[in-house]
């Protein structure tokens, strides 16, 4: 139990570093200790609008999600692409983790750690003025 208490305040120390109130960061690190899996929303995906268009003909199943550090990012060190692979061997770069969840998964992917992505969903594009978004399910 005490391994579980300092993996959670290590985490609510990480997030209050980055910003975020101490009571929303012990809440935030309780449910990553607790949680059998995260549900991130991928974020720049307004850019990517023909690739997530592409994925949501597939089926979730089919396929790949890959998450890949980019420590020399100018806009954020702790940034995690998000690439999602198709069976027919293509790899889309769909975005990347919304900014919280980077700066908790990235040390632990800078420390060899790499975390499972358990699956993608493709949201929106009900119409032409929706754009797609995604998500992803991972556990670290």
């Known amino acids: 139990m005490s391994n579980i208490k300092s993996k959670v305040m290590t985490a609510a120390n990480r997030l209050v570093k980055g910003g975020m109130r101490r009571s929303l ?3 935030k690190a ?3 200790a607790k949680a059998d899996g995260l549900r991130i929303r991928v974020r720049g995906t307004a850019l990517r609008q ?4 592409k994925l949501a003909k597939l089926r979730p199943e089919d396929v790949t999600v890959q998450l890949r550090r980019e420590p020399r ?5 702790n940034a995690v692409a998000v690439y999602a692979a198709a069976p027919d061997r293509r790899v889309y ?5 919304a900014k919280a969840a980077a700066y908790i998964l990235a040390p632990l992917m800078d420390k060899g ?6 699956g993608l969903a493709i949201v929106g594009g009900f119409n032409e003025y929706v754009n797609y978004g995604a998500r992803i399910a991972v556990r670290v």
């Open 113 to 118: 750690r790499s975390p499972e992505v358990r």
């Open 25 to 27: 960061a012990m809440i």
């Open 73 to 77: 990012n100018s806009h954020d060190k």
């Open 93 to 97: 770069f769909i975005g990347y983790l």
């Open 50 to 53: 023909e690739a997530l268009q």
């Open 30 to 32: 309780w449910a990553l």
